[in-house]
């Protein structure tokens, strides 16, 4: 994985991918001073590119990390990416990562130590492989979405995803393709790396984003939706309730709209008509 061809923007310039390394003094390594976007490519034109650039400095400014690069740079450094690797007129994923470098504190403390920034990206098919079309089968988490009192939860930070990789973890070893985690009140909060989504007699009804990450794709998905003319309910919902909807999706840049088949052993939901429809407006605009 990282001896291979390509080019990758680092610190303002394109180096050869196999040359993209830090020190093992990286203060974002022992701290999770680190935040990131991934975002996807379509036919060479990345989907909500300056919304996803905007919010990588936004989730900085919440980890008290001022990214020394401006929405335009960020915007520059990923064309700049995609022209080096021959992404132009292609489909792919862009990860854009700005985390606090070495420097001359090796502490918890870390003023000085510079914020970095790499884009890389790569070709990658649907994000759940075959559930894209038969509908997924979601484990559910041991763990629970953090409150907002805990931790920065609007920041697309490294330290919120431990949790992720570790319930994603559990959930392929039972076959599952991730996991729906439960936020600290017992709401039905979002997926290791997506939202969710449920239909109920034609209408959709999605968990508040209140503790957790806010989707582009989810915005993106509910504007489309009321656009259509369907009622959206952004609510608390109790996972007593989740047995009564008929159809369930993720959203995500990654994981784009993606049908759920199953949550855990109880809870099955038929890949609908209007989880159809919606995927396909959102594949349509993606690529318009
Ligand atoms: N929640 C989490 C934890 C995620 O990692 C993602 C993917 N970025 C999402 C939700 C969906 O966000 P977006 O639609 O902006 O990609």
């Excluded at 991918?17 to 990131?36: M, P, Q």
């Excluded at 209408?203 to 939706?225: K, W, Y």
Aim: glycine residues 8%.
């Amino acid at each position: 994985y990282e001896d291979r061809d390509g080019r990758i923007w680092m610190d303002g310039e394109l180096i050869e991918w196999r040359d993209a390394r830090v020190h093992i003094l990286t203060h974002a390594l022992h701290y999770a001073s680190a935040v990131f976007e991934g975002e996807r490519c379509y036919g060479g034109k990345i989907f909500k590119s300056r919304e996803h650039s905007e919010r990588l400095r936004k989730s900085g400014e919440l980890l008290d990390m001022e990214i020394p690069w401006s929405v335009d740079q960020i915007e520059a450094a990923k064309q700049e990416f995609l022209e080096a690797n021959g992404f132009t007129g292609k489909d792919a994923y862009v990860r854009v990562l700005a985390f606090r470098g070495a420097g001359p504190d090796m502490g918890v403390s870390a003023r000085q130590n510079p914020v970095r920034m790499a884009v890389s990206g790569w070709e990658w098919g649907s994000y759940y492989g075959d559930a894209k079309w038969q509908g997924a089968k979601i484990d559910i988490a041991k763990w629970k979405r953090p409150s907002p009192e805990t931790i920065p939860v609007a920041a697309k930070a490294a330290g919120l995803y431990m949790i992720c990789t570790m319930s994603k973890h559990a959930a392929e070893a039972k076959g599952c393709s991730d996991a729906l985690f439960m936020d600290y009140r017992g709401y039905v909060a979002e997926a290791t790396g997506a939202n969710v989504f449920f239909i109920k007699d034609g209408e959709v009804h999605t968990p508040l984003a209140d503790v957790f990450l806010n989707g582009l794709t989810r915005q993106t998905v509910i504007q489309r939706c009321r656009e259509r003319g369907l009622v959206v309910h952004e609510r608390h919902i109790l996972p007593e309730e989740v047995e009564s909807f008929q159809e369930c999706f993720l959203t995500g840049s990654a994981a784009e709209v993606t049908p759920v088949a199953q949550i855990g052993n109880d809870w099955h939901f038929q890949v609908g008509q209007t989880t159809r429809d919606i995927a396909e407006d959102y594949e349509a605009l993606v690529r318009s």
